[in-house]
T-cell receptor, first 114, second 114 residues
Framework: DQQVKQNSPSLSVQEGRISILNCDYT??????FLWYKKYPAEGPTFLIS?????DKNEDGRFTVFLNKSAKHLSLHIVPSQPGDSAVYFC?????????????FGPGTRLSVLP | NAGVMQNPRHLVRRRGQEARLRCSPM?????VYWYRQLPEEGLKFMVY????????ESGMPKERFSAEFPKEGPSILRIQQVVRGDSAAYFC????????????FGAGTRLSVL
């Protein structure tokens, strides 16, 4: 039962170009979405989030877009930098009535080539 | 303000032994989450605890695994009679409140079962 899908296990992008990471979910009970970044041998760190009442949230080089009707969100990084090379996890947050089962997507490994 | 502290960072056990993984949340955080990451897979939720209470253990295997978060001291994830399939990275995260809030992750404990 894969509630969250990140269909690209890996992505390679040239430095300076845009990176687009996608996330699809099936459960309409998710109402808040977070993106985490993870370097090898470290724990995930929070990157950016978006509430379901918005369709876009921007923080510097990072922008997250949410399409609720399509149950799809995407993370845009522009311009991409070599330090952005990491695994990115999409993590939807359930509404209180759904419970507290926290789901992470399988992750997308981004490689930014110099 | 120290981050989430997990120890040990690496733990080697033989089949049948017990593994105890410790997690000290960030100061002021009363919510703790445990996740497991198997090789080449994403993060899988295991259990969510508040002080002295297990809130959601829906991701925890029914046998051999247990977790606690006592009034004093760190949260403990305990795996009895470990098997090779338990080999994974175990991450702990904490947050000040449960919903719509960032989880702060520790660096993880890498368990290897020989």
């Amino acid at each position: 039962d894969q509630q969250v899908k990140q269909n690209s296990p890996s992505l390679s992008v040239q430095e300076g170009r845009i990176s687009i990471l996608n996330c699809d979910y099936t459960n309409s009970m998710f109402d808040y979405f977070l993106w985490y970044k993870k370097y090898p041998a470290e724990g995930p760190t929070f990157l950016i989030s978006i509430s379901s009442i918005k369709d876009k949230n921007e923080d510097g080089r990072f922008t997250v877009f949410l399409n609720k009707s399509a149950k799809h969100l995407s993370l845009h990084i522009v311009p991409s930098q070599p330090g952005d090379s990491a695994v990115y996890f999409c993590a939807p947050w359930p509404t209180p009535s759904y419970g507290q089962n926290f789901v992470f997507g399988p992750g997308t490994r981004l490689s930014v080539l110099p | 303000n120290a981050g989430v502290m997990q120890n040990p960072r690496h733990l080697v056990r033989r089949r049948g032994q017990e593994a105890r993984l410790r997690c000290s949340p960030m100061k002021g955080h009363s919510h703790v989450y445990w996740y497991r990451q198997l090789p080449e897979e994403g993060l899988k939720f295991m259990v969510y605890l508040q002080k002295e209470n297990i809130i959601d253990e829906s991701g925890m295997p029914k046998e051999r695994f247990s977790a606690e978060f006592p009034k004093e001291g760190p949260s403990i994830l305990r795996i009895q009679q470990v098997v090779r399939g338990d080999s994974a990275a175990y991450f702990c995260a904490s947050s000040p409140i449960s919903r719509g809030n960032i989880q702060y992750f520790g660096a993880g404990t890498r368990l290897s079962v020989l």
